[in-house]
């Protein structure tokens, strides 16, 4: 006698078939999706605007980082305090819209300064590097002693000769800056020992810089040109007696003979 197994009731034999997908669902998914994405790029892309709003906000309009202090470094005391007045520093306004480059230029109109570098110190501060003249001669201008610088410019107001440093006889104007500038040019080209002896440089233009020796004698240098060359010369001719040396061309030197 055969047993026959009983058989599943049919909703048991396999699970039931999923609903057919339509393309139209698809298509709705798929802009759910895109429109999530949107909104999160939307939403990111807003918060960005708000931080660089506020930002701007903070560095260029708040109070908060103000400019409070001006650090004047490379000067003593009275020459910084002459750099902070002609600097005109807009204190109390935000230190990202001070304009650094009028500020230096206002500052360097001080007669002893060479450069002022304006830079900003986070968060309240904006510092001034000056560099000062630095004095290679002195000059009797009509307005008294004044010193003198490599480019020729004119500060201080030593009161006098300063023992260490030549002594110029040139232009004190603005025009007249080329004849100082060739003045303390063949100053500085001089070696110490020869410097030592000179008691004035002369220059009425930037061609005709001339040497007042402390013994009396004159030397005619013409201009900065060929320094070199009119040492050597000039130092073999120093040995002969003589009242005044032309070594303005060196290789064809001439000697004013004692009377």
């Not at 004190?172 to 500085?188: F, I, L, M, N, Y």
Request: net charge neutral; glycine share 6%.
């Amino acid at each position: 006698m055969r047993l026959r197994t009983p058989s599943p009731p049919p909703d048991l034999a396999r699970p039931p078939a999923p609903p057919p997908v339509v393309a139209a669902d698809l298509q709705a998914a798929r802009r759910r999706t895109s429109r999530r994405r949107r909104l999160r790029r939307g939403a990111a892309a807003g918060g960005a605007v708000l931080v660089l709003v506020a930002a701007t906000w903070l560095v260029g309009y708040s109070d908060v980082l103000a400019l409070r202090s001006v650090d004047v470094q490379g000067v003593d005391d009275e020459v910084a305090a002459a750099v902070l007045e002609a600097a005109a520093v807009p204190v109390g306004v935000p230190l990202a819209r001070v304009d650094t480059e009028a500020v230096s230029e206002r500052a360097e109109e001080v007669p002893e300064v060479a450069v002022v570098t304006a830079s900003r110190a986070w968060p309240n501060t904006l510092r001034l590097q000056v560099r000062p003249r630095t004095p290679v001669a002195v000059l009797k201008a009509a307005q008294g002693w004044r010193l003198v610088d490599a480019e020729g410019a004119l500060f201080g107001a030593p009161g006098g000769p300063v023992e260490a440093l030549p002594t110029l006889v040139a232009p004190d104007t603005e025009a007249g800056a080329a004849a100082r500038v060739a003045a303390v040019q063949v100053a500085g080209s001089l070696p110490a020992d020869l410097l030592a002896t000179v008691e004035r440089v002369e220059a009425s233009s930037a061609v005709d810089v001339r040497l007042a020796l402390r013994d009396g004698r004159a030397v005619v240098w013409g201009s900065p040109d060929a320094p070199e060359r009119k040492i050597e010369v000039l130092t073999v001719l120093l040995g002969t007696p003589a009242l005044a040396y032309d070594v303005s061309v060196p290789d064809r030197p001439t000697v004013r003979p004692p009377r």
